[in-house]
T-cell receptor, first 113, second 117 residues
Framework: KAGVTQTPRYLIKTRGQQVTLSCSPISGHRSVSWYQQTPGQGLQFLFEYFSETQRNKGNFPGRFSGRQFSNSRSEMNVSTLELGDSALYLC????????????FGEGSRLTVL | QQQVKQSPQSLIVQKGGISIINCAYENTAFDYFPWYQQFPGKGPALLIAIRPDVSEKKEGRFTISFNKSAKQFSLHIMDSQPGDSATYFCAASPTALVSGGYNKLIFGAGTRLAVHP
């Protein structure tokens, strides 16, 4: 059974650019969450999607957005990149929002220069 | 009130010893407490989780102890092995009524464990 797949694994952008990260959840999983991991702030919740609807949102500026497609795949977008956006962005999936284990992907490492 | 405080920041244990990592929380709305293990270059993987109605849960060499009145919980790794060397995160989640589920995890800062042979 394939795990959570995130693409790209690594990317480098410059300040002011935007970036789109992709996540394919485990087959049969319909809930997708995104987390940001940095050495300074640790793991922080970004948002959660279920049935193409955002159900929860963390304390991040509006430059961070996401969406979920009908096949449960999800994308997150960061616009007007800042140096502080350099981080490992982790996607996690579970069968349903209210039950089950949360499985994480290996992440997309974003470097902003 | 959303914080989960984790200690120690790093831990060195000899092979066969017991590794103990502690976490404390403030928000009484938290009712799901998982521990995750993360190896370099990998995403966090769930090790073991507990809910407040249980004071202890054991899975193999891993045990969670939970003290609801003190709002503290800890991870014990018995017979620690070099393969256990990783970063460990505790986490907590508010009740399903508040969050609609357990996805909104609040993580501790992590403990880097090194088990020496």
């Amino acid at each position: 059974k394939a795990g959570v797949t995130q693409t790209p694994r690594y990317l480098i952008k410059t300040r002011g650019q935007q970036v789109t990260l992709s996540c394919s959840p485990i087959s049969g999983h319909r809930s997708v969450s995104w987390y940001q991991q940095t050495p300074g702030q640790g793991l922080q919740f970004l948002f959660e999607y279920f049935s193409e609807t955002q159900r929860n949102k963390g304390n991040f500026p509006g430059r961070f957005s996401g969406r979920q497609f009908s096949n449960s795949r999800s994308e997150m977008n960061v616009s007007t990149l800042e140096l502080g956006d350099s981080a490992l962005y982790l996607c996690a999936s579970k069968k349903l929002p209210q039950a089950g284990e949360l499985f994480f992907g290996e992440g997309s490492r974003l470097t902003v220069l | 009130q959303q914080q989960v405080k984790q200690s120690p920041q790093s831990l060195i244990v000899q092979k066969g010893g017991i590794s103990i990592i502690n976490c404390a929380y403030e928000n009484t709305a938290f009712d799901y407490f998982p521990w995750y293990q993360q190896f370099p270059g990998k995403g966090p993987a769930l090790l073991i989780a507990i809910r407040p109605d249980v004071s202890e849960k054991k899975e193999g060499r891993f045990t969670i102890s939970f003290n609801k009145s003190a709002k503290q919980f800890s991870l014990h790794i018995m017979d620690s092995q070099p393969g256990d060397s990783a970063t460990y995160f505790c986490a907590a989640s508010p009740t399903a009524l508040v969050s609609g589920g357990y996805n909104k995890l609040i993580f501790g800062a992590g403990t880097r464990l090194a088990v020496h042979p």
